[in-house]
Every structure is written in structure tokens, then in C-alpha cells.
């Protein structure tokens, strides 16, 4: 019962505002940011599958892993901002979503500094396009806490999950989650 307050609480989270279609909420950039993540299938898949993997790697993995992310999309944002260019971002982007799948699919075990530096590299490419989509009129400042409070939102999801994950019908549900996200990530790189 506890879990599913909360699973309800994080879902309440992150969903779009009715407020969004509202002109002139995006002037601050905060509301763009919170809305920005959360349009996108790739950063839904792609965010909650860093939750749901820290939470399989257990210990201190299950918060250093996502704060690792948050960290380095923060970095990966200013740069799209600032116009500094990455190669091949959306290629690279769906290549995060396809990895991630693939890692919960495998339940892949490395030490906590390892799946901190895989998952910066991917944040690097999803804080870069959400840099670069920074709207006009919208303060940077607001825009980026927005899509970081997102961003922790949708890793406290997949963490969420992956706290329900119990017994082998869990098992099983998380690994086909995983495949799933997997070939959504493939489908991306074919799109």
C-alpha cells in the first residue's frame, strides 16, 4: 500500500499540467522545463531506466547513480544554451535509450563509478537537447531547474519500480520493461 502512495504521488508528479496551454506561464522557463522532459518518449524511457538501474544496483548506487546523471545534464544543458555543439545528439540519444533497456534488461552489475560515467555520457546528450530547445522568452535559470526537478521526478519513478521488483514474476516484468525500453531505443535509431 505505501508503495503504491507513492508510485501515485511520483505519477501525479510528473504529469503535464493543464496549465501549460496556458500563453505566457513559459516566460519564467520553469513550467517549460518541468513539461519538457516529460514530452518526449526517449527521456521518459531513457530517465526512468537510470532510476530503475541504480535501484537494481542497490546500496548508495540508487541515489549516486541518478545524482550522477542530474549532475552532468545540468552541464550537458548549459552547453546546448550556450550553442556549443555535440556530434550526432538525437543518433546519440536513442543509442542512451537502447543501452539503459539493454542494462535493466541484463540486470548489468558494475561498481557505482562505472554506472555513474555510463550514465553522465548519457546525460550529456539528453541535457544537450534539452539546452538547445530552450524557448524564447524563457529565463535559462528556470528552465533548466525545471527540467531537472523532471528529470529527479522521473528517476524517483524508476527507482519506485524498482523497489517493487520482488520475486521472479518481478524479475521477469523488469527484464521484458528493460527489452521493451531496449527496442523502443533501436526503433529510435531506425526513426
Known amino acids: 500500500m505505501r508503495y503504491a502512495r507513492i508510485l501515485a504521488t511520483l505519477a501525479a508528479v510528473t504529469l ?9 506561464l513559459h516566460s519564467d522557463g520553469a513550467l517549460a522545463g518541468l513539461s ?20 537494481t544496483l542497490g546500496g548508495p548506487a540508487r ?14 544543458g548549459m552547453l546546448g544554451i550556450y550553442g556549443v555543439p555535440l556530434p550526432m545528439v538525437e543518433t546519440a540519444i536513442a543509442l542512451t535509450v537502447a543501452i539503459l533497456g539493454l542494462l535493466v534488461a541484463f540486470e548489468v ?3 557505482t563509478s562505472a554506472a555513474s560515467a555510463i550514465v553522465g555520457l548519457c546525460a550529456l546528450f539528453h541535457g544537450h537537447a534539452h539546452g538547445t530547445e530552450l524557448p524564447a522568452m524563457s ?3 528556470g528552465y533548466v531547474s525545471g527540467f531537472l526537478a523532471a528529470t529527479i521526478a522521473l528517476h524517483a519513478a524508476g527507482i519506485g519500480l524498482g523497489a517493487l521488483r520482488f520475486g521472479k514474476a518481478g524479475q521477469i516484468a ?18
Open 109 to 111: 552489475k558494475v561498481p
Open 174 to 191: 523488469a527484464r521484458f520493461a528493460g527489452a521493451v525500453v531496449a527496442v523502443s531505443g533501436a526503433a529510435f535509431l531506425a526513426g
Open 63 to 76: 541515489w549516486i547513480v541518478p545524482a550522477a546523471f542530474v549532475s552532468v545534464m545540468a552541464v550537458g
Open 139 to 141: 529565463h535559462a535559470a
Open 16 to 24: 503535464p499540467s493543464v496549465a501549460h496551454a496556458h500563453v505566457g
Open 36 to 55: 519538457h522532459p516529460i514530452s518526449g518518449l526517449d527521456h521518459v524511457l531513457a530517465m526512468v531506466a537510470v532510476g530503475f538501474w541504480a535501484s
